[in-house]
């Protein structure tokens, strides 16, 4: 808009604002401005259960999948899970002090991602990226099919509807998460703490009638069906140590999630970092001690926690449903761990466009709705297609996140190792943080490495141990993955660069519009096209297809009757075809244009009066525009004539 010669104006206004339906507001909540972001961030209280929950919920079902795999050995081998269970809470420290440094390090959050881009390059960062959206999906399946298997060890009975309840339970989650990260906290915060001091009140009774002497074994304990008898070799403990590292799922939630917290974000994370693994492993050890002190069975009727906290709390009382609903809660809880870092992730990696940038929107709750609802709908499929089996999921899970953390680690040993070469007045600026010089660079890097080493070995032995049960299809989706982030990055680059404006010549002006508009029959909403058309050009031509003699005819008299100053052009087509031959013609006519001369075309289309009656129309605008678009240096415009 120019202003007396004066340079171009950029004018602000106001956008109306069109309030959602009744229905809309109440199932989501009413829509948050932009500038309300910053008040969505969570406390430590809150952020545990927003981003812990998926590690506190892992050891439900963390014991089990150690004793299955012992359980191969005979009963004998039970009393490998205290050793076994120790390690995996060495490894746990380990990855949380290698996470409360990268929570330092990189305060805009990101986790793995961030830190491998940063440090190790793109290629490193997508298998990054690759192995923690699938973690997260995983996360949602495996959580809700465990939550499932703890309602049916309460009501067998109901065992045939577990996929049903599996889905509708990832919906739940998905509306909850859609109403916003503060207020999906907020709801979430109740059955986290629920499951919280029902636990420790199981582990402190358990103790205390083990210290007593009154604990006992459990009563009525699944069948121990042994196929084949096999040798305890480190391999079967290899396996069971692999398996029992479900339990360390869900530490790096928070490392990705550091903008959710309050200022301080860093600090606050951090203690809630240290807050979540020091309850974890003490959770981990005791329900580990305390199965294996009652005799508990792992079994696909009823878990391994159902038969401690029954054999704790003398039956199926009250204070056992209450644990068992507790521990259901959580489970199907942890999703909501997935369903806040899984959108946040594919954000960023749809920011450096190698995911669509659709991923990139905030919904009316400021939440990113795209990821969200695609998470839902991903792990919806894997709960169907696995029938809500925590055990068929199992082997599909952790191998991803191990490759996340080694990674990680690797990474923030080589950014400690770059500060290391600073000058104490010296910083670096990347794109996911700023380096400074830091005197113990040393102990840190080495702290990183060997965490990375460690978790480098874990990732090796699940690969080896659950290969021939599903970690093969991981160690196939992984880099297929990767290689569809690649195709969507090199689509993203080759656009801009024909977008771009850098070094572009003067192409001429359009000086001349040809007009071609498609008749498929001669009524108001034609001659309301028509009227359009006269007003970009006066070189018209109008085009039918004559598929029908009769029907021709009757266009042919009533073009004479009411249009005089447009040629009609009737292209015959006996075997009936429509797009091709009109797209053909307009194909000729593009290539027959000068320069500066533009080809338009007016496509005629009535809307009807209820979005029902279009399933009673060809809809041959909607094909023809989809027809004509790829056609270099045709312009199409659509006319609709509303009908009242």
Not at 25 to 35: D, E, I, M, Q, R
Not at 147 to 168: E, H, K, M, T
Not at 241 to 265: D, H, R, W, Y
Request: glycine share 8%; with cysteine.
């Amino acid at each position: 808009m120019k202003n007396g010669g004066s340079d171009p104006k950029i004018i602000h206004r106001a956008g109306e604002y069109h309030s959602p339906s009744p229905v809309i507001s109440w199932l989501f909540g009413k829509p948050l401005p932009t500038a309300d972001a910053a008040h969505q961030a969570v406390g430590k209280l809150v952020g545990l259960a927003v981003f812990a929950s998926d590690a506190l919920s892992s050891t439900a079902y963390a014991t089990q999948e150690i004793l299955i795999i012992l359980a191969v050995a005979g009963l004998g081998a039970f009393g490998y899970i205290i050793p076994i269970s120790i390690a995996i809470v060495v490894l746990l420290a380990i990855v949380t002090i290698s996470y409360e440094q990268t929570i330092h390090a990189y305060p805009s959050g990101g986790g793995a991602y961030i830190v491998a881009r940063d440090n190790l390059g793109t290629l490193s960062a997508q298998i990054a990226g690759a192995a923690l959206l699938t973690d997260y999906i995983l996360t949602v399946a495996v959580s809700v099919s465990a939550g499932v298997a703890q309602v049916i060890s309460a009501f067998p009975n109901i065992s045939p509807y577990r996929v049903g309840l599996g889905v509708g339970a990832v919906i739940l989650i998905m509306v909850i998460n859609l109403r916003g990260v503060r207020e999906s906290g907020a709801i979430l915060s109740i059955p986290t703490y629920f499951f919280l001091g029902m636990i420790f009140l199981t582990v402190i009774v358990g103790f205390y009638k083990l210290t007593s002497g009154s604990l006992g074994s459990v009563e009525n304990p699944p069948q121990l069906d042994l196929v084949v008898f096999h040798p305890i070799t480190w391999f079967l403990l290899l396996r069971a140590f692999s398996g029992g590292t479900a339990a360390l799922t869900g530490v790096e939630a928070i490392s990705n999630g550091v903008p959710a917290f309050k200022e301080p974000k860093s600090r606050n994370a951090g203690i809630t970092l240290i807050w979540m693994a020091v309850i974890l492993g003490i959770i981990f050890l005791s329900i580990s001690f305390l199965s294996v002190q009652v005799g508990a069975i792992p079994s696909e009727t009823e878990t391994v926690i159902s038969q401690l906290v029954r054999t704790v709390f003398s039956g199926s009382n009250a204070l056992y449903l209450a644990v068992i609903s507790a521990t259901t809660l959580i489970l199907f809880m942890a999703a909501n761990t997935s369903f806040a870092d899984f959108p946040r992730l594919s954000a960023l990696l749809a920011i450096d466009r190698f995911l669509p940038r659709q991923f990139t929107f905030r919904g009316s709750r400021l939440v990113f709705s795209w990821g969200i609802v695609f998470l839902a709908f991903v792990a919806s499929a894997l709960i169907v297609i696995f029938k809500a089996s925590v055990t068929g999921l199992i082997p599909l899970y952790a191998i991803g996140v191990f490759l996340s953390f080694t990674l990680s680690q690797t990474g923030m040993g080589i950014r400690w190792y770059k500060c290391g070469r600073l000058k104490p007045d010296e910083e670096l600026i990347e794109k996911g943080s700023i380096l400074h010089f830091d005197t113990k660079w040393r102990i840190k890097m080495l702290v990183n490495l060997f965490g990375a080493c460690a978790t480098a070995v874990v990732t090796l032995i699940f690969a080896i141990t659950k290969f021939t049960e599903g970690a093969w299809l991981i160690l196939i989706l992984t880099p297929s993955l990767v290689a569809l982030f690649y195709a969507i990055h090199r689509h993203y680059i080759e656009l801009a660069g024909k977008l771009s404006l850098n070094h572009i010549e003067a192409k001429p002006r359009l000086s001349k519009q040809r007009v071609i508009i498609m008749i498929s029959g001669v009524h108001q909403g034609t001659l309301a096209a028509l009227n359009f058309a006269r007003s970009l050009s006066k070189e018209i031509t109008a085009v039918h297809i004559a598929t029908d003699l009769e029907q021709t005819e009757k266009i042919t008299q009533k073009w004479e009757r009411w249009v005089h100053d447009i040629p009609l052009v009737i292209i015959d087509s006996p075997y009936r075809q429509l797009l091709h031959p009109l797209v053909t013609y307009i194909e000729n006519a593009a290539l027959e244009s000068k320069p500066g001369e533009a080809i338009t075309v007016v496509v005629p289309e009535f809307i009807p009066q209820r979005w029902w009656h279009n399933f009673l129309h060809m809809q041959t605008a909607t094909w023809l525009r989809q027809a004509l678009k790829h056609i270099d240096g045709v312009i199409v415009i659509d006319v609709p004539y509303q009908l009242d």
